[in-house]
């Protein structure tokens, strides 16, 4: 158990509706990493934050993405008007300062029929 | 760009056999390289971190070398048992402090 916890695991959700997924890191994590997985492939970067602040951002973070972290503690990723291709493994992590180990979640996965 | 290929894509084996699985990395200016292992439909778990000035790490039966100047970094398992089925996917840390993963190798070990 890494202490990062995501809701929900899993979701099937409409083309064309917004879906929100949460993830609680343990208190000590000032960094907080999403990433997106899809079958056979490693992990793709989205974005991450130090504390509240959104530092960084990928290209694949489009506008119908955002991210946020209120008061530097969970953070929650929506996708508005989702698309098939969205369908993927989200998965949210903890880093306590820079350099150190990465700590996942189990991931959220969503499913766009 | 960074890019990081992991060889072989899959690999069995029988149990208690030693494994040797490669990372390779384009860019050499990275802070870190992680192993991690990833069961079906889960979450990532953290094997093995070595920073960029360190050669290798140990824990229990997995050892971890780093050549940040060729761009290499192997994960040796000694003494394979079944429990360790699983994907084991590498990645390095660069500037910007997002990893950047391989496509893993998927390992089974056999009875």
């Known amino acids: 158990d890494t202490g990062v916890s995501q809701d929900p695991r899993h979701k099937i959700t409409k083309r064309g509706q917004n879906v929100t997924f949460r993830c609680d890191p343990i208190?000590?994590?000032?960094?907080l990493y999403w990433y997106r997985q899809t079958l056979g492939q490693g992990p793709e970067f989205l974005t991450y934050?130090?504390?509240?602040?959104?530092l960084e951002k990928s290209r694949l973070l489009s506008d119908r993405f955002s991210a946020e972290r209120p008061k530097g503690s969970f953070s929650t990723l929506e996708i508005q008007r989702t698309e098939q291709g969205d369908s993927a493994m989200y998965l949210c992590a903890g880093e306590w300062g820079s350099g150190n180990t990465i700590y996942f979640g189990e991931g959220s996965w969503l499913t766009v029929v | 760009k960074q890019e990081v290929t992991q060889i072989p894509a899959a690999l069995s084996v029988p149990e208690g056999e030693n494994l040797v699985l490669n990372c390779s990395f384009t860019d050499s200016a990275i802070y870190n390289l992680q192993w991690f292992r990833q069961d079906p439909g889960k979450g990532l778990t953290s094997l093995l971190l070595i920073q960029s000035s360190q050669r290798e790490q140990t824990s229990g039966r997995l050892n971890a070398s780093l050549d940040k100047s060729s761009g290499r970094s192997t994960l040796y398992i000694a003494a394979s048992q079944p429990g360790d089925s699983a994907t084991y996917l590498c990645?390095?840390?660069?500037?910007?402090?997002?990893?950047?993963f391989g496509t893993g190798t998927q390992l089974k070990v056999e009875l």
């Open positions: 990645a390095v840390t660069g500037g910007g402090n997002k990893l950047t």
């Open positions: 208190s000590e994590h000032n960094r």
């Open positions: 934050f130090q504390n509240e602040a959104q």
